[in-house]
């Protein structure tokens, strides 16, 4: 079974008028709001963190070294 294309004075499958014209919610001003006006200054970087996140990938890369030689790939 074929559906055709639904017109304007047609219901549309919620009962509302057929077809729904894409309508910007925010307004019609043409402006674009990249939701910046509220940001909040970066601050100091956290050495510990970066620390434990750079350890974190040597030990990963040291586990993958050692699986590689416990199965022959180097």
Known sequence: MSHGPHTDDEPGHDGSAGLHHAT???????EHDDHAHAEEPLGPIDVRAWGAGILGVVVAAVVV??????????
């Open 24 to 30: 910007d919610d925010h307004g019609d001003d043409g």
């Open 65 to 74: 070294a050692c699986f590689a030689v416990a199965t022959g790939a180097l």
